[in-house]
């Protein structure tokens, strides 16, 4: 039975794959609860919760859209017309989008680095979560996220974070296994000299 579990568990892990379009069906309210669940489990030093989740359903992707592009205009002036367009319609390549916000609370024993940390690990249990109930998903973030008018719609500081823009669906497409990785690259055992 445990083997069985470690197998479902490693599996999931190891299938999990960022997809670039997602289509219908989308998590319905209690999958994504479920997640969240999930997510708010990560590691967290002295449980601060910095992670925070913003939900863009699919009928408020145009005005999220609309959005984004207006940050990007603000934050980057400079910016072609056509990129701004491209911007404002991110949030048709899924049918929900879901905000991960970092929100750094400060704390003498918990330096930032640890909360956005916990909010990367947060999102990596979302994502697993989301892949383990036969949906498929998308963390992006981009220039825009730094845009101080996005945060502050979005009701967080200038120093908070969006940790990402998380695009949920169903993939519509198979894609390819990845490839193994060669572990003796990237990890090694320290002993002392």
């Known amino acids: 039975m445990a083997n069985t579990t470690v197998k479902v568990v490693h599996d999931n892990i190891q299938h999990r794959q960022s997809v670039g379009h997602l289509v219908e069906p989308a998590p319905n309210k209690q999958q994504l609860d479920l997640a969240f669940t999930a997510a708010l489990t990560a590691p ?4 601060l919760k910095p992670t925070r989740f913003v939900v863009i359903e699919n009928n408020q992707r145009a005005a999220f859209g609309e959005l984004l592009a207006q940050a990007m205009q603000q934050y980057f002036p400079e910016t072609d017309p056509v990129q701004i367009e491209r911007v404002k319609n991110h ?69 908070d974070l969006i940790s990402g823009i998380i695009y949920v669906g169903t993939a519509d497409k198979q894609l390819p296994a990845r490839a193994t990785v060669d572990l003796a690259a990237y990890v090694r055992y320290w002993s002392a000299p």
Do not use: C
């Open 44 to 47: 967290d030093h002295h449980r």
């Open 91 to 159: 949030p048709f390549r899924a049918p929900i989008l879901v905000l991960a916000l970092t929100q750094i609370v400060e704390h003498p024993k918990v330096p930032a680095y640890e909360q956005i940390l916990s909010s990367g690990a947060a999102v990596e249990n979302f994502l697993l979560s989301l892949q383990s109930q036969g949906f498929a998903t998308m963390w992006r973030t981009g220039a825009v996220v730094e845009s101080v008018a996005l945060k502050a719609a979005l009701g967080l500081q200038a120093h």
